[in-house]
């Protein structure tokens, strides 16, 4: 039985497994989403929902304690002012997994884990179309 075993040792040693969850939290906080394999998602999940309720307490020992997950200064930054009134009024739940089949090579399992509440991207606007030849001859 494995009642209250800790995580996932998701095949690495505890230093590479702790530097690529770092990676993965501090690359999720900066774009928002990242697609990565389903155990790897529920793991760093963990992660970042501590990392966002640290932004969102504020104060100096809270930011000193995001700092040793989220090396970038600027995604620092982003948790503790933008995340920070983004979910001031969420008790909790900041990400979302959503299941994405298969990869191809392997088999593994593929998920996209992505903040909730995140703005949609504007779609470019289409170029016009330039006037038919018709209309051209026409005139």
Do not use: W
């Amino acid at each position: 039985m494995r009642h209250r075993v800790g995580q996932r040792k998701l095949h690495r040693t505890t230093s590479h497994r702790l530097a690529m969850l770092n990676n993965m939290v501090t690359s999720l906080l900066e774009h928002q989403a990242i697609r990565t394999t389903l155990p790897k998602a529920k793991e760093a999940r963990k992660l970042a929902e501590r990392i966002i309720t640290l932004g969102k307490r504020g104060g100096l020992s809270n930011v000193r304690l995001a700092a040793r997950t989220v090396k970038d200064r600027d995604v620092l930054k982003k948790v503790f002012s933008e995340y920070k009134d983004r979910y001031a009024n969420r008790p909790g739940g900041y990400t979302r997994i959503v299941r994405l089949g298969f990869r191809r090579g392997d088999a593994a399992e593929m998920a996209l884990l992505e903040l909730v509440d995140r703005p949609e991207k504007k779609a470019a606007p289409a170029a016009e179309a330039p006037a038919s030849t018709e209309e051209t001859k026409a005139e």
